[in-house]
């Protein structure tokens, strides 16, 4: 073999060798450093490229902490005016304020549009139950109206009545006292 890497002991260290063939002077050239400081280096880069990985997983956990603590304060923000709305008062004038353009800010966005349209339509759905108690009232005014001159008509046709009555007693009497003079 004209080439290659030969690794001994020497003097209690192991070496490490390397050699080739030299052709134009029919020559074998050899290197040799002993193992230990050789892989020097490479020991020293390991612990190196380690801290540097370490640094980077400690970054990349820091990253994904803050990015997660950003998103979660616009989610917790949502959630706590959504359990406001559902748990208090109802306040449907309230409103988020949308501080980002992200999919919180969207989220955000949607909710205020989701509760104006609720608002909306209970507004609308007060406003006519004010017209249907509106007009409920007119139609019970004017159910009092007809009942009272349903009374006066009543009363008028008892009198009425009445007076047919005592007119057909008085003829009645009239026609007796008129066959009995005829008689």
Known sequence: KRSGFVEYPWEGRNK???????EPFDWIIAASTYDDEFTADIRSLKWIARFIALGLILAAAGLCWFTGRLIGKGVVRVTDAIRDIAEGEGDLTRRLEV???DETGELARHFNTFVDRVHHIIRDIAQASR?????AAEVSSSSEEMTSGLRRQLDQTRNVAASV????????????RSEQASE
Not at 16 to 22: I, Q
Not at 165 to 176: H, L, R
């Open 16 to 22: 490490l060798a390397a050699y080739a063939y030299y």
């Open 99 to 101: 501080t980002s353009n």
């Open 131 to 135: 017209e249907v108690a509106s007009a």
């Open 165 to 176: 009555e005592q007119m057909t007693a008085s003829i009645a009497d009239v026609a007796q």
